[in-house]
């Protein structure tokens, strides 16, 4: 297929190896914040190309994984609010809460539907308008904008049985958190192209300013993910760190205005909580004052019991690029995509799951 | 790692994953289904039980069909019972001969859409070749079904020579597909509440047992056969690894897949491999007749884009190898849960 198979083509891609075993001779431990990259780096099998001085490691970059329990006890209590449906992206649905998950509630009779576009939740709202249609907007700055559009949209429509919980996160800060928390030895990012399509790579200077580190915007395909490896090893050989776009179809300097504006217009940055990097300041994106009466955690009030951690689960520690997925002792074992016990191994973008499914 | 998980004791109610044709659905057949039922026919596994009657081996199988829409691009509920059950069968090597058809039916579901069904049923049946020739019917509250369920089996007879079950898979093997993956999957998709985009795609819903006749007219040593419907390949090709105790290797640049369906796929973020079809086979033959069998399938309408996709070997024992376009290599792994489009 036009403009997909260029980038997956292996004749392509061993000039570009070949050049990083020509000059990765020094070890070197890279991120790849995105769960994308982290299921394609899976996916195409790319760690066995790579010399064994590069380290991939994963980050805290699949919104599923990263939504902390709190923040899905909410959600299942908002599924039990009478007269209420759920809407949500379909990886939601099978992530363990403390004591649930959306699946087991759909099962148990609560109305559970998986939407495609928050738009989708906006129909189904002024289709059956003796119902309360709640959204569950998780995701990043990726996702953001369109939720963003939803509620202005739904604001102007003035639908008053709409309604959006918003667990947004927000990238940038939480990796100033991931390096200030210092368990983590990296030498750079590889940093995620879509959310960096919204936000541009301003955002992210302050990781060779302040932290002396290198890293580079990368697309999703094989190819540019090699190239995003070989311009870290060719910065870090430099000794110039900064931050460079190797996806430069999908992302400027400035990102998207129109998509930060309509974000802008929508939210103000708020305290996000994250599973295992915890509490981070101006990570979440809450609703302004204007949009209070779509905001779903504002309006209802919910009876979310006290949240528990299940016992033995790395997750936070896998986000946080401390251990792989096999360095839990539950991986494959009591954890399994089938029976998952944390959202690693739910998540398609989920770290374990990807390590699960594809090999290490 | 990669075992295969234990008993999902911790669930208490069925989930749509049970139904989706992945590990979910394996786990409940074996752990439940197979448990209770035990005897020599069942255990086998395959698509259909074969049967010894009067001498000869007969295949008896049965299915549900459950989709939405009812109607489809190439097809509809009823043109799908009619073949899927007739595909079951030749998925043992049998003529397919009779079928049963029950029909469960919601009330006030209309009867012209009920016409319609039927005729389709009837005009599958008969290009096939079988005979519709018992049935059964029950209208259930409204609510109570989602429009229309049918249910078929069907009987086939087995002819002389020919033993094909998933177990026959052997080192050397090569492993043949008829045609593009994915079809059905994009189409049907293509069509659901919330996520409608246009495709002049048509599901690939056909009868394969006229192929199967002629494949095995050219051959007697195809070991197995089976149709990637739920799940799709990457499900089938894994039961017939465990089943054989082999491992399967793939080579992703050798699968047919349509534009359309690749383009929908990167769009959705799903995974063609997983993606149901209806009119596709595998075949895994012995090498030295791999060739003429794919030279027979190109042949056939239903066959036109067959190819050699992969092969069997010893290890690894009951895993499936995907060798990609990178030429690097990964496990190909059955599909867990509902097949969904993610967050982004």
């Given at each position: ?270 305290d996000a909580e994250w599973r295992g990097l915890g509490r981070i300041a101006g990570t979440g994106l809450a ?74 | ?61 049965t299915d549900s069909y459950v989709v939405t829409p009812i109607f489809f691009p190439g097809g509809d509920i009823g043109k799908l019972a009619i073949c899927g059950t007739i595909n ?257």
């Open positions: 297929m036009k403009f997909i198979d260029e980038y997956r083509d292996g004749e392509k891609a061993r000039p570009i190896l070949e050049e990083i075993h020509r000059l990765a001779k020094e070890p070197l431990r890279l991120m790849e914040v995105c769960g994308t990259h982290t299921v394609s780096i899976a996916r195409y099998g790319l760690r066995q190309a790579l010399p064994e001085t590069i380290e991939l490691i994963s980050g805290p970059g699949c919104p599923v994984c990263v939504t902390s329990n709190r923040d899905l006890d909410k959600a299942i209590s908002l599924a039990r609010v009478p007269g209420a449906a759920v809407a949500t992206f379909g990886d939601m649905m099978r992530v363990p809460a403390s004591e649930s998950t959306l699946a087991l509630e759909r099962a148990n009779g609560r109305d559970v539907r998986v939407v495609y576009s928050p738009l989708d939740g906006l129909k189904m709202a002024e289709q059956v308008p003796q119902m309360k249609i709640i959204f569950l907007g998780v995701g990043f700055e990726t996702t953001a904008p369109a939720v963003a559009a939803t509620a202005l949209e739904a604001r102007n429509r003035g639908l008053k049985n709409f309604f959006i919980f918003s667990a947004h996160k927000t990238v940038p800060k939480a990796l100033k958190a991931l390096l200030d928390l210092g368990g983590t030895k990296l030498d750079g990012f590889i940093l995620p192209g879509h959310v960096s399509a919204i936000i541009g790579s301003h955002p992210y200077e302050f990781l060779a300013a302040e932290y002396g580190l290198a890293g580079v915007i990368s697309g999703f395909e094989p190819l540019d993910i090699l190239q995003s490896v070989l311009m870290l090893v060719r910065q870090r050989k430099s000794g110039r760190p900064r931050v460079e776009i190797q996806y430069k179809r999908g992302v400027k300097p400035v990102g998207n205005p129109r998509a930060l504006e309509v974000m802008g217009q929508a939210f103000e940055p708020a609703f302004r004052e204007e949009l209070a009466e779509l905001d779903a955690s504002r309006a209802f009030e919910l009876k979310v019991p006290a949240t528990k951690e299940t016992k033995g689960c790395r997750c936070g520690e896998v986000l946080c690029g401390l251990i792989r997925p096999e360095g839990c002792a539950l991986f494959a074992k009591a954890c399994t995509p089938d029976n998952p016990v944390g959202p690693c191994m739910v998540s398609f973008e989920g770290s374990c799951a990807a390590a699960y499914k594809y090999g290490s | 790692m990669n075992q295969r998980s234990t008993v999902s004791s911790s669930l208490e109610k069925i989930l749509l994953a049970h139904g989706s044709g992945g590990e979910l659905s394996h786990e409940l057949v074996t752990s439940l289904f197979v448990k209770a039922f035990r005897n020599p026919i069942l255990d086998p596994l395959d698509d259909g039980a074969v049967l010894r009657i009067g001498g000869k081996r007969w295949a008896f199988t079951d069968l030749s998925m043992s090597g049998a003529k397919p001969l009779y079928l049963s058809a029950g029909f469960i039916i919601e009330e006030g579901f209309s009867l012209s859409d009920l016409q319609a069904i039927v005729a389709s049923m009837q005009e599958t049946a008969s290009a096939a070749g079988v005979k519709i020739v018992t049935g059964d019917t029950k209208v259930v509250n409204r609510g109570g079904a989602d429009g229309i369920f049918i249910n078929t089996a069907g009987i086939g007879a087995i002819p002389e020579g020919v033993n094909i079950s998933g177990r026959n898979a052997r080192p050397g093997d090569r492993v043949l597909l008829s045609g593009t993956i994915g079809d059905h999957g994009v189409a049907i998709l293509s069509l659901r509440e919330g996520l409608q985009f246009f495709t002049t795609l048509e599901s690939d819903c056909a009868p394969l047992n006229q192929l199967v006749v002629e494949m095995l007219e050219v051959s007697k040593d195809i070991h197995c056969l089976r149709d990637p419907t739920r799940g799709g390949l990457s499900s089938t090709l894994n039961e017939l690894a465990r089943q054989s105790g082999v491992g399967i290797w793939v080579e992703e640049n050798r699968i047919p897949i349509k534009e359309q369906v690749q383009g929908a796929c990167e769009l959705l973020g799903l995974d063609p491999l997983i993606l149901a079809n209806e009119g596709k086979l595998v075949a895994i033959v012995a090498e030295e007749a791999a060739e003429m069998v794919l030279q027979r399938m190109q042949a056939h309408p239903f066959g036109r884009e067959a190819a050699i996709i992969g092969e069997v070997r010893e290890e690894p024992i009951e895993k499936v190898v995907l060798r990609t376009r990178l030429g690097l290599t990964r496990i190909m792994d059955m599909v867990v849960g509902e097949p969904l489009p993610r967050i982004c």
